[in-house]
């Protein structure tokens, strides 16, 4: 590769355009060598246009799981629900102990909330009802049953288009209590609740 000399110092110069990807070590080039504009961070990427921003948006996070193999209620805990859009739970096998009784839905020491009926007896089928809640307007979708089940059965009482009634849940909400209200024990299943960005 040809050199200039630099004759006041003797230093030896590289030619522009002259250095090849084979003559970069791996790893060499670092945050600081690179030209883009904005700041890199954990929450940053680089766009194709050269600079560093935050996702546009969207995305979904399990923001709690509970498994309802006992007791007569069950809380999440602290849950921080700000950034999220809507909630999206799945309640997988749930049955109860006792009677057939209604699973209610309690958010931050609120006023119970009825979500569908639970028929008593375990089941080991793969079954779910889903439950979507849109936390800017407060309005619950109807639950929706998926695949067979005996100890599952749709709430329709207040029509299959959705619920359309606010159910308590807002991006301040840290706990939802979920307990039937005969006071049944669980004896199966899961709770598994999602935040929609």
Same mark, same amino acid.
Do not use: C
């Given at each position: 590769?040809?050199?200039?000399?630099?004759?006041?110092?003797?230093?030896?110069?590289?030619?522009?355009?002259?250095?090849?990807?084979?003559?970069?070590?791996?790893?060499?080039?670092?945050?600081?060598?690179?030209?883009?504009?904005?700041?890199?961070?954990?929450?940053?990427?680089?766009?194709?246009?050269?600079?560093?921003?935050?996702?546009?948006?969207?995305?979904?996070?399990?923001?709690?799981?509970? !498994?309802?193999?006992?007791?007569? &209620?069950?809380?999440?805990?602290?849950? !921080?629900?700000?950034?999220?859009?809507?909630?999206?739970?799945?309640?997988?096998?749930?049955?109860?102990?006792?009677?057939?009784?209604?699973?209610?839905?309690?958010?931050?020491?609120?006023?119970? !909330?009825?979500?569908?009926?639970?028929? &008593?007896?375990?089941?080991?089928?793969?079954?779910?009802?889903?439950?979507?809640?849109?936390?800017?307007?407060?309005?619950?979708?109807?639950?929706?049953?998926?695949?067979?089940?005996?100890?599952?059965?749709?709430?329709t009482a207040e029509g299959p288009g959705g619920i359309g009634i606010n159910k308590g849940l807002t991006?301040?909400?840290?706990?939802?209590?979920?307990?039937? !209200?005969?006071?049944?024990?669980?004896?199966?299943?899961?709770?598994?609740?999602?935040?929609?960005?």
């Amino acid at each position: 590769m040809a050199t200039t000399i630099n004759g006041s110092t003797g230093a030896s110069q590289i030619q522009d355009n002259t250095v090849s990807n084979a003559k970069v070590a791996d790893d060499a080039i670092g945050l600081a060598e690179l030209s883009a504009t904005g700041t890199a961070s954990s929450s940053t990427f680089l766009r194709g246009d050269n600079a560093w921003a935050a996702p546009s948006g969207g995305g979904i996070d399990l923001i709690s799981t509970i !498994n309802t193999t006992s007791g007569t &209620s069950h809380t999440t805990g602290t849950i !921080n629900l700000t950034g999220y859009k809507q909630l999206f739970m799945s309640f997988y096998s749930i049955g109860s102990s006792g009677t057939a009784g209604q699973l209610q839905m309690t958010p931050n020491g609120g006023s119970a !909330n009825i979500l569908f009926p639970v028929s &008593s007896g375990s089941s080991s089928q793969a079954q779910y009802t889903l439950v979507t809640h849109d936390l800017g307007s407060g309005v619950m979708t109807a639950p929706t049953r998926v695949a067979m089940a005996r100890n599952l059965t749709v709430h329709t009482a207040e029509g299959p288009g959705g619920i359309g009634i606010n159910k308590g849940l807002t991006a301040s909400t840290t706990s939802i209590v979920f307990a039937y !209200n005969g006071g049944e024990t669980f004896d199966v299943g899961q709770i598994l609740i999602y935040g929609i960005k």
